[in-house]
């Protein structure tokens, strides 16, 4: 039988603990969420990042990183229910990403999950790993408020999305190929550069010429807001090839900066153009990407020309962390459309499109 509570808006204050583990890190934290529609407060994270690990190896090997989710989830928890000062028995509920991601890493988020809950007695939410990214700009010093289109740029993503409220997001475009993140990755690894490729190849472009390599900005005049980074990596390969593999610093330096601007510019014009088609004025930009100060410095510029207001989360919450877990999960409980589940069936979803979530 399924037992799955009716969802109801928060009567009295509620402790969410969030847990991610649909990549290559470990996340995991606490949030009070009051009833109305007060920002819940983290009260506790940690975080264990599993890029060392991956490093030997140019990219996440998915079974070491289940692996290394079993070993990290239970003293993380430990962790942040200590430094919360709350024992487990105050939690209202437990969140645990269900998808997308790495089908095993996230069996492990949602087995612990589950087990604790079903322990505890406490219900048991399945949050979308993209829904933590857009909400994660809340926990920042400047949050947003809805409506306002996303643009979503994670290792696996590459979105735009109008966000009319909780639970209320509508598709407006998307990469046909390659994720944002993953041209910054492949880019990197044609630089032979390490990874995770994004904040190596930015470092690398610190030091270069933007406009030493012309690079196309592929779908840029598309008329529409889709994007597509496949021929980008095709252009840096034919480019990495001619300089062969004895390149001096500042030709891959040049490259570096080249790939960096290409990206940022299709990102840049294409959030504009969102704005424009919906007309709202107000950017949220979330995922690892995010993280990238040209990407930061030129959305700023570019909408601080037009009146719009641009927030991001934390530099540390732009890449996978538990409290955007833990708060989208406490967003959705105060909101009224959370579904706390009872039956512990931790089935996950390692392809899940976002518009496809459920508001109710
Ligand atoms: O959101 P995230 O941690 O994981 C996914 O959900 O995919 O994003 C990881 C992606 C990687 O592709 C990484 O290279 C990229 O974000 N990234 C960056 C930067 N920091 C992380 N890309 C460009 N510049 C950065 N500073
Ligand atoms: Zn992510």
Redesign the pocket.
Known sequence: MTLTTVPRKLASPALVLGIES????TGVALVQAQPGNAVPTLLAQALHSQIDMHQAYGGVVPELASRDHIRRVVPLVRQVMHEARHPLADLHAIAFTQGP?LAGALLVGAGVACALAAALGKPVIGMH??EG?LLSPFLSADPPEFPFVALL?????TQLMRVDGVGRYALLGETIDD????A??KS?KLLGLG????????RMAEFGDAEAFALPRPLLHSGDLDFSFAGLKTAVLTQANRLGKNACDLNRANLAAST?AA?VEVLVKKSLKALDATGLQRLVV??????????RHQLQQACNKRGVRVHYPELAL???NGAMVALAAAMRLQAGIAQPRYDYAFDVKPRWPLATLEAA
């Not at 649909?22 to 890190?25: G, K, L, Q, Y």
């Not at 994720?179 to 993953?182: S, V």
């Open positions: 649909s990549c290559d890190e991601g790993h993209l990214h740029v994670s290792g696996g993503h994720a944002a993140g993953e910054f990755d990197a990874y995770p490729g994004g904040p190596a190849l930015a960096q990206i979330a995922g690892g990407v995010g993280a990238n100060l040209e990407l732009c890449t996978d």
